[in-house]
């Protein structure tokens, strides 16, 4: 049996086209945009092959994300396999860590903007960061509809302005800039293939805001298809004509970077669309991690696993307010002191590939634990296909983690601390609510009315 419902339940909806919208906006975003040029100055020529190497992982996450989304399509479904699937601490970690990841790529969203708005624009970097990240947490407590319908618009004008680049680039480029593969050896690559997995967090998405997708059974798979040739596609080819047509050497100390070698080949007017592509892919960027991970903290807030009010629904707007305030307040504070782009990016990905690994044990346990859900999904993976994408998903989330600790050591010991810490305060949380009588980790493991049926 379900567990009672006490909360509102977000009763808006969103189809394929607006889901599709929401999904390639989140994937390409602003991420390819900033870290073509420092990813490309440290590691060469193998930035392309960087992101190629990082959406091999991507295939697991797309099969994992299709089979839990399919099987248990909720808000916020990170938390709920994390903690119904796997254990209740581990859904407890989930926004955890991640809630900090997203300050952090809410953070290096802004500083994409303000860096190609200067190209428009002559106004401090701090004052353009704080317009991007204020604007849209306003949006994004006024309703998943007009985020999707703002996404649509803001997504046309994105894959415009790739392929204005693209195309043309590709007639441009010079193939002796591809070589040699990696001028600084091995380390820079690993650096930048978990780097690149800030823009395939988007695939996520579709998990998060499963409660919100008409028809999810049949709308999920095909929003994740269409999402992935779509978003793969343009970046991939984006960053092989970034690197032909400006080589390696040079480039990390461009300013809006794209645009710039954009003017190598094109007329003033196209490099312009070039420029405006890169601001919009900030806008869906920060759109739609709002939309996406404030449904994460919601959820947790339902069990009381982070404070209830989290879960709270406006009653104009049926959006999770205060969850969309708890994401979107810190990195306001937190402008004047970001760090780089590339410390950024992987502090996020550090967080994505922790849901990575938390996603691959769910998705194990599945057919053990939720047989019935497992059984009657519309597009069920074969059991040895579930097995291997659940330890592909584990193993690549945990050898990507142990690379970038040999690179970064200090920043993947401080996620690693941080989790810890969240141990400690999940078990004085457990205990808490154990004195009043009331089994925490018990309630994290059953599903909620709406969800059972």
């Not at 975003?29 to 040029?37: D, K, R, T």
């Amino acid at each position: 049996m379900g567990a009672e419902t006490d909360y509102g339940v977000i009763d808006r909806r969103v189809g394929l086209v607006g889901g599709t919208g929401l999904v390639v906006g989140n994937v390409i975003g602003i991420a390819i945009f900033v870290l073509a040029a420092p990813l490309t100055a440290d590691a060469g020529p193998s930035v392309v092959l960087a992101m190629l190497v990082a959406g091999v992982p991507l295939v697991f996450s797309l099969l994992t994300v299709l089979q839990l989304g399919g099987a248990i399509p909720v808000a916020g479904g990170t938390y709920v396999y994390g903690s119904r699937l796997v254990a209740p601490f581990w859904g407890f970690a989930t926004p955890w860590v991640v809630v900090p990841g997203v300050w952090a790529g809410l953070l290096f969203t802004a500083h994409g903007f303000a860096d190609y708005a200067g190209y428009f624009l002559q106004l401090p970097m701090e004052t353009m960061m704080y317009a991007i990240l204020a604007t849209f947490l306003v949006v994004n407590l006024l309703g998943i509809r007009l985020v999707a319908w703002l996404q649509l618009g803001m997504v046309a004008v994105l894959v415009a302005g790739m392929l204005a680049f693209i195309v043309p680039g590709a007639l441009t480029a010079d193939p002796g800039n591809f070589t040699p593969t990696f001028p600084e050896g091995l380390g820079p690559f690993v650096v930048a293939v978990v780097a690149l997995h800030f823009p395939l967090r988007g695939f996520s998405m579709v998990i998060e805001i499963g409660e919100e997708i008409e028809n999810p059974a049949k709308n999920i798979p095909r929003v994740l298809a269409i999402s992935a040739l779509v978003g793969l596609t343009l970046m991939v080819a984006l960053l092989a004509v970034f690197v032909g047509v400006a080589g390696w050497q040079g480039v990390g100390d461009l300013d809006a970077a794209v645009a710039a070698v954009a003017g190598d080949f094109l007329p003033e007017p196209l490099v312009a669309l070039v420029a405006v592509s890169a601001l919009l892919g900030s806008l869906t960027s920060v759109n739609t991690t709002f939309a996406s991970y404030s449904r994460t903290i919601m959820r947790a807030g339902r069990d009381d696993v982070v404070p209830s009010g989290l879960a709270d629904l406006n009653d104009r707007f049926d959006t999770p307010h205060r969850a969309v305030l708890l994401l979107g307040v810190p990195p306001l504070v937190l402008v004047p002191f970001t760090p780089s782009p590339v410390v950024l990016s992987v502090a996020l990905s550090l967080a994505i590939l922790f849901a990575v690994f938390v996603g691959g044990l769910a998705l194990w346990n599945l057919p053990r634990l939720f047989p019935q859900r497992y059984e009657h999904s519309l597009y069920r993976l074969p059991m040895p296909v579930l097995r291997v994408t659940a330890v592909g998903s584990v193993c690549s989330a945990i050898l990507l983690w142990l690379a970038l600790g040999t690179r970064l050591p200090r920043v993947a010991g401080a996620v690693f601390a941080w989790l810890c810490l969240g141990w400690v305060v999940f078990r004085l949380r457990v205990r808490r609510y154990r004195a009043r009588g009331i089994n925490l980790p018990e309630r994290m493991r059953t599903l909620h009315d709406h969800e059972s049926g």
